[in-house]
């Protein structure tokens, strides 16, 4: 079942903070997010794995609440380059290992 | 360079036609993973294979096909089974071992009904 996201779209002046969330209905084994501007292939963020452990790369943050089947991403300080649609991608582990199912994407604006 | 290289960018399909998207990685990464994309929603999963010589149906595998004779290739076929086969096509690969690793990309094809 696929992972749903809210907000479905944020506008942000340069500068200000967003936070988008994902929620699953299965338990996670871990959660990926990704960024995708128009036309383009998305590009990995980060991923969360059970247990707490985070992995990723550029000034982005998340939090990944096993109980609860949750993930957020934080962005602050928002660039004009963090403009795109995000994705989280749930991974549920055993026999499906590495297999993901993709949210509906949040599409986020950030203005000058 | 690695990377992932999706051919070609952009594909007509006549009526009853069957298509070929080309997809090719010199990352060495065993999984390898096709996704459609229609125009703002999510990616959704068509096949994936693990290893050469085994594939499995993802979640929309209806009308497709792929065949996974070589570790670095992954080809889909749409078939005219397909009915709606309008849709932006991305392969992605990954590497195996650590559960971290990320699910990296190839710049897609955009495939349209003539």
């Known amino acids: 079942q696929q992972p749903v996201q809210s907000p479905q779209a944020v506008i942000l002046r340069e500068g200000e903070d967003a936070v988008i969330n994902c929620s699953s209905s299965?338990?996670?084994?871990?959660v990926h997010w990704y960024r995708q501007k128009h036309g383009e292939a998305p590009v990995f963020l980060m991923i969360?794995?059970?247990?707490?452990e985070q992995k990723g790369h550029e000034k982005i943050s998340a939090s990944f609440n096993e109980k609860k089947q949750q993930s957020s991403l934080y962005l602050t300080a928002s660039q004009l380059s963090y403009s795109g649609t995000y994705f989280c991608?749930?991974?549920?582990?055993?026999?499906?290992?590495?297999?993901?199912?993709f949210g509906q994407g949040t599409i986020l604006t950030v203005h000058p | 360079d690695g990377g992932i290289t999706q051919s070609p960018k952009y594909l007509f399909r006549k009526e009853g036609q069957n298509v070929t998207l080309s997809c090719e990685q010199n990352?060495?990464?065993?999984?390898m993973y096709w996704y459609r994309q229609d125009p703002g929603q999510g990616l959704r999963l068509i096949y994936y294979?693990?290893?050469?010589?085994?594939?499995q149906k993802g979640d929309i595998a209806e009308g497709y096909s792929v065949s996974r004779e070589k570790k670095e290739s992954f080809p889909l076929t749409v078939t005219s089974a397909q009915k709606n086969p309008t849709a932006f096509y991305l392969c992605?690969?990954?590497?195996?071992?650590?559960?971290?690793?990320?699910?990296?990309f190839g710049d897609g094809t955009r495939l349209s009904i003539l």
């Open positions: 992605a690969s990954r590497g195996q071992g650590d559960v971290g690793q990320p699910q990296h």
């Open positions: 299965k338990a996670l084994y871990s």
């Open positions: 969360l794995l059970k247990g707490g």
């Open positions: 991608a749930s991974a549920a582990g055993g026999t499906s290992y590495g297999k993901l199912t």
């Open positions: 990352l060495n990464h065993d999984a």
């Open positions: 294979s693990q290893i050469v010589n085994d594939f």
